[in-house]
């Protein structure tokens, strides 16, 4: 039932089969296999309609009847958060539940602290229950607030929408701060959502239909390249701009020289190579290990550690963003 599903949760119990030694049999008929969006997966297993999924699902099917001792064993893991699944079987009810954890990251409460430390709003958009969520929100240091639970494809693709929406009366250009909407997913669920937002960002490690609706992808989870990103894409804002700067400055110089009496050919083609050197010059120090260091945090003999409370990544203060990180 799941091994066809692309969903990071369908891998996480085929790869929790296999360790525990699950043997499948070979003489069975799964056919007309339909991955439900938001809420799970069904298929026809020899000629029976079997479904696995959230209670949303069996709740939608009217199959949603388990016991008292079951229904408090489910809030028990909600409350740890954990995302809790059911298997039922059309005219039986359903026959199974289990429980599925997500492991937090290692950098991401680093990550969130530097991204709210910069003024940036982030935000958890996740079709995982209300108790599941708000544990994983207290474990990398969201607000309840901060935290929206449940939501279909189609909810997260109307939010983002909503929230682009609210600040599409700015206008952008190189001198103004811009409200931007960040959007970053792994999974098909995450896919419109993505499209919709002003910067999509995927995991290296989702689904492929996440990737192609992005516009950047990261070569893997690591949310550390996330901040690695953003203040690379702000250096290049910034020398973009310096070499706006020079070059016009360098214009008015020779206008001015010119009307002067004092500008010569020479001199005309000297000063236009010179500039053109010069913002090349300029844009090429965005490769070296100095700006790449910098970006990373590292220093010679100050350890980034001692500043912003542990944070390795020191983001200058802005308050131009929205981010959504799913």
């Not at 929206?148 to 929406?165: A, D, F, I, N, T």
């Not at 970053?184 to 239909?209: H, I, R």
């Not at 700006?291 to 983001?315: C, F, H, L, V, W």
């Amino acid at each position: 039932m799941e091994a066809p599903s692309s969903h990071p949760l369908s891998a996480c119990l085929v790869s929790a089969a296999r360790d525990e030694g699950v043997a499948m049999s070979a003489n069975f008929s799964l056919t007309e296999h339909t991955v439900l969006k938001g809420e799970g997966v069904t298929a026809n297993v020899d000629g029976k309609k079997v479904y696995v999924g959230n209670d949303r699902l069996f709740r939608r099917l009217d199959m949603y009847h388990i016991s008292q001792v079951h229904m408090e064993s489910a809030k028990k893991w909600s409350e740890e958060g954990a995302t809790i699944g059911y298997i039922g079987i059309e005219g039986v009810g359903i026959i199974g539940m289990f429980c599925v954890k997500d492991t937090i990251r290692e950098e991401a409460q680093d990550v969130i602290s530097s991204l709210q430390h910069s003024g940036i709003d982030v935000q958890v958009l996740t079709g995982d229950g209300e108790g599941s969520a708000q544990a994983v929100g207290r474990e990398i240091g969201l607000a309840k607030t901060s935290i929206r639970s449940q939501m279909l494809p189609e909810e997260k693709l109307h939010y983002v929408s909503s929230l682009k929406g609210s600040t599409s009366n700015r206008r952008m250009s190189l001198s103004t701060k811009k409200n931007l909407i960040l959007m970053v997913g792994d999974g098909v669920n995450d896919a419109p959502a993505l499209s919709v937002a002003d910067v999509g960002v995927a995991m290296g490690e989702g689904a492929s239909l996440a990737m192609e609706m992005s516009d950047v992808t990261l070569m893997d989870s690591n949310l550390s390249k996330l901040l690695f990103s953003m203040k690379m894409g702000a250096k290049v804002i910034a020398t973009v701009k310096e070499n706006i700067v020079f070059s016009m400055l360098a214009n008015l110089i020779a206008v001015v020289l010119t009307f002067m009496g004092k500008m010569t050919l020479l001199w005309a083609i000297v000063s236009d190579v010179g500039v053109m050197l010069l913002v090349t010059l300029n844009g090429m120090k965005l490769l070296s290990n100095r700006t790449i260091d910098a970006i990373e945090g590292k220093r010679a003999k100050k350890p980034s550690s001692k500043k912003n409370n542990g944070q390795r990544y020191d983001m200058s203060p802005t308050v131009d963003h929205d981010l959504e990180i799913v």
